[in-house]
């Protein structure tokens, strides 16, 4: 279903690069050609002929692996894990149950311990379950905030990905 889904967005725009191969073919469109001759200028800098990445929702650089097995809940099976009243609700419950129990394996930690958020949502997590992971490649924003939580005894991730 993902797939098919992929298939007839894709037909839709002109796709002209392949990026990766993976089992639902990702593809990505290269974006138009951006050609101003006179440009603009942004704190003292004039920037011509090339589009500005305007950070409306910053990203990282994710895993091929963890994108495949994603993919499926953002074409055909998106919903709230939260939402306990309908089907789509309860089978991404399941797939979060199962992310947890790999992670916790991964890192030896019990997986009612691994907790999601968002980074605006330290706060309500913290009074909830009175600990939090911090990430270690979050937005430079963020970074300030991250270390203060140092010195309040909340530990680092080490390299060896132990807590």
């Given at each position: 279903?993902?797939?098919?889904?992929?298939?007839?967005?894709?037909?839709?725009?002109?796709?002209?690069?392949?990026?990766?191969?993976?089992?639902?073919?990702?593809?990505?469109?290269?974006p138009?050609?951006?050609?101003?001759?006179?440009?603009?200028?942004?704190?003292?800098?004039?920037?011509?002929?090339?589009?500005?990445?305007?950070?409306?929702q910053?990203?990282?650089?994710?895993?091929?692996?963890?994108?495949?097995?994603?993919?499926?809940?953002?074409?055909?099976?998106?919903?709230?894990?939260?939402?306990?009243t309908?089907?789509?609700g309860?089978?991404?419950?399941?797939a979060?149950?199962?992310t947890?129990?790999q992670?916790?394996?991964?890192?030896?930690?019990?997986?009612?311990?691994?907790?999601?958020?968002?980074?605006h949502?330290?706060?309500?997590?913290l009074?909830?379950?009175?600990?939090?992971?911090?990430?270690?490649?979050?937005?430079?924003?963020?970074d300030?905030?991250?270390?203060?939580?140092?010195?309040?005894?909340?530990?680092?991730?080490?390299?060896?990905?132990?807590?």
């Amino acid at each position: 279903m993902a797939l098919k889904l992929l298939c007839q967005s894709l037909t839709k725009t002109k796709t002209t690069i392949v990026i990766h191969y993976f089992s639902t073919t990702a593809v990505v469109a290269s974006p138009p050609k951006y050609e101003n001759p006179t440009g603009i200028t942004m704190k003292s800098v004039k920037i011509v002929g090339h589009p500005l990445y305007l950070d409306m929702q910053g990203t990282f650089l994710v895993d091929l692996r963890i994108l495949d097995s994603m993919f499926s809940f953002y074409l055909s099976r998106y919903s709230n894990p939260q939402s306990h009243t309908y089907f789509y609700g309860w089978e991404l419950k399941i797939a979060t149950k199962s992310t947890r129990l790999q992670i916790g394996t991964l890192i030896g930690a019990f997986p009612k311990k691994i907790v999601y958020f968002r980074c605006h949502g330290i706060e309500q997590h913290l009074n909830e379950k009175r600990h939090a992971f911090l990430q270690r490649q979050e937005t430079p924003c963020h970074d300030d905030a991250n270390e203060a939580q140092m010195h309040f005894g909340f530990l680092p991730a080490s390299s060896t990905r132990r807590f």
